[in-house]
């Protein structure tokens, strides 16, 4: 790197987030942790890891404003943005309530808006930036139960190829990782037999690792990744094939 760069990843405390933020600070940047609720997770993980924590809603866009503030304050000025933060409300859409597809895409959809407007004009004038969207493959291929969670992760998508294109000559990257099922907390609580059928549809015969993620982010956020804008980079062991 010609200076440390600041990195900012949401939901950043636990499981996928965690892993990302540990990697990029392993390569050298200054990274700053959002989190949501969970105080407890996010205190351990700064004892762990000296990486500093900052708690605010990304689905309020107000939040965000002051947490951006607050992050560029004490961290630096913000090259680097992962929009990782994600929450599931699943269900089948014929008994869905208005309130958990509603819960679901402003988590995972309104804080790209939210997270990536307070930095945008910060990124254009300095002619850098790496914004690193995280979706999913239920983003790419849908599914049963999770018609909130397909149809916010495939807006991710959609934000990223615009978006990509509106700020190509300021020296801003685009990108969007599409995990598969990774052996994070939230996926290793399914009971076993689930797992074992989830695992028996992937062709590697394995669930990804988290630190698999981060390994994709750190390239995408890199210096010289600068001709790299406006794709969606796949990482599921071959279950789904964009």
């Not at 990843?9 to 969970?38: C, D, E, M, P, Q």
């Not at 913000?78 to 990782?84: G, K, P």
């Not at 804080?111 to 979706?135: H, K, Q, V, W």
Request: glycine share 12%; charged share 20%; with cysteine.
């Amino acid at each position: 790197m010609t200076q440390e760069r600041v990195a900012l990843v949401t939901g950043g405390t636990r499981g996928i987030g965690a892993a990302i933020s540990k990697g990029l600070k392993a390569k050298g940047y200054k990274v700053a942790a959002n989190y949501g609720g969970n105080d407890e997770a996010a205190n351990a993980f700064k004892a762990e890891t000296g990486i500093p924590v900052f708690k605010f809603d990304v689905g309020d866009f107000a939040a965000c404003e002051a947490g951006i503030k607050a992050v560029e304050a004490e961290v630096g000025p913000i090259d680097v943005l992962v929009n990782n933060a994600g929450i599931t409300r699943d269900g089948a859409f014929h008994k869905m309530t208005f309130e958990k597809w509603q819960a679901v895409i402003r988590t995972n959809l309104d804080s790209m808006f939210t997270c990536t407007r307070p930095l945008i004009e910060g990124m254009r004038s300095r002619n850098f930036g790496r914004i690193i969207l995280i979706s999913s493959i239920n983003g790419q291929k849908g599914q049963a139960g999770q018609t909130n969670y397909s149809a916010a992760k495939a807006g991710v998508i959609g934000f990223a190829k615009a978006l990509a294109q509106e700020n190509a000559n300021k020296g801003i990257t685009v990108n969007v990782i599409a995990p598969g099922y990774i052996a994070t907390d939230m996926v290793m609580a399914v009971p076993e037999d689930i797992r074992n059928k989830i695992i028996a549809t992937i062709p590697t015969g394995r669930l990804g690792e988290a630190e698999e993620i981060a390994r994709a982010v750190e390239y995408l956020a890199a210096e010289d990744s600068g001709f790299i804008t406006g794709s969606t980079l796949t990482i599921n062991g071959g279950q789904y094939i964009a």
